[in-house]
T-cell receptor
Framework: DTGVSQNPRHKITKRGQNVTFRCDPI?????LYWYRQTLGQGPEFLTY????????KSRLLSDRFSAERPKGSFSTLEIQRTEQGDSAMYLC??????????????????FGPGTRLTVL | KQEVTQIPAALSVPEGENLVLNCSFT??????LQWFRQDPGKGLTSLLL?????REQTSGRLNASLDKSSGRSTLYIAASQPGDSATYLC????????????FGTGTRLKVLA
């Protein structure tokens, strides 16, 4: 397994612009999570996918945020009309289906390196 | 609503010291608790996972304990090294729902050579 990858690693944008981040989970992981982490804080849950279905969204996910996971593989997180308060690290994590055989635990989430967003 | 607190927020120790990081949570209905390490500007690396039915887990110089009834976990690091310098986060997973993590705010550890 190659691990969770996220692109881009860094994004600088001007207030009001739209941005899109991509997450590629570990192959065949059916569960995918997005978290947001601001400076000095722990990550906060944003949304969860099981396969292609978005099953939970946090109240943190305002109308300007949308996430998709077409075909249950990679996921995208889009922020429209960015605000300075959106500046944060956006982390993606994936987890296998419970009972999946293999070396990786089904009870833990495997995190990507994150996308650092700076809104000027 | 589950709240997770970590104490201390920051810690600076000389190399070789044994140290304890604390994590407390308000709702004891947890599925598991996990300790992570985060290096500056990086993602999270899992250190230890404790299931709700377990009392402790050990990996090398690390030992994590769980007292679910009192809502507490500790991470013990033996013989600290400069390479241990990082932020340590604890996270709990509730017994129901989507298994999302609820994280504490972390303890920033600096081990001085």
């Amino acid at each position: 397994d190659t691990g969770v990858s996220q692109n881009p690693r860094h994004k600088i944008t001007k207030r009001g612009q739209n941005v899109t981040f991509r997450c590629d989970p570990i192959s065949e992981h059916n569960r995918l999570y997005w978290y947001r982490q601001t400076l000095g804080q722990g990550p906060e849950f944003l949304t969860y996918f099981q396969n292609e279905a978005q099953l939970e969204k946090s109240r943190l996910l305002s109308d300007r945020f949308s996430a998709e996971r077409p075909k249950g593989s990679f996921s995208t997180l889009e922020i429209q009309r960015t605000e300075q308060g959106d500046s944060a690290m956006y982390l993606c994590a994936s987890s296998p289906r419970p009972g999946t055989p293999g070396k990786l635990s089904t009870d833990t989430q495997y995190f990507g390196p994150g996308t650092r967003l700076t809104v000027l | 609503k589950q709240e997770v607190t970590q104490i201390p927020a920051a810690l600076s120790v000389p190399e070789g010291e044994n140290l304890v990081l604390n994590c407390s949570f308000t709702d004891s209905a947890i599925y598991n608790l996990q300790w992570f390490r985060q290096d500056p500007g990086k993602g999270l690396t899992s250190l230890l996972l404790i299931q709700s039915s377990q009392r402790e887990q050990t990996s090398g110089r690390l030992n994590a304990s769980l007292d679910k009834s009192s809502g507490r976990s500790t991470l013990y690091i033996a013989a600290s090294q400069p390479g241990d310098s990082a932020t340590y986060l604890c996270a709990v997973v509730h017994t129901s729902g989507t298994y999302k993590y609820i994280f504490g705010t972390g303890t920033r550890l600096k081990v001085l050579a």
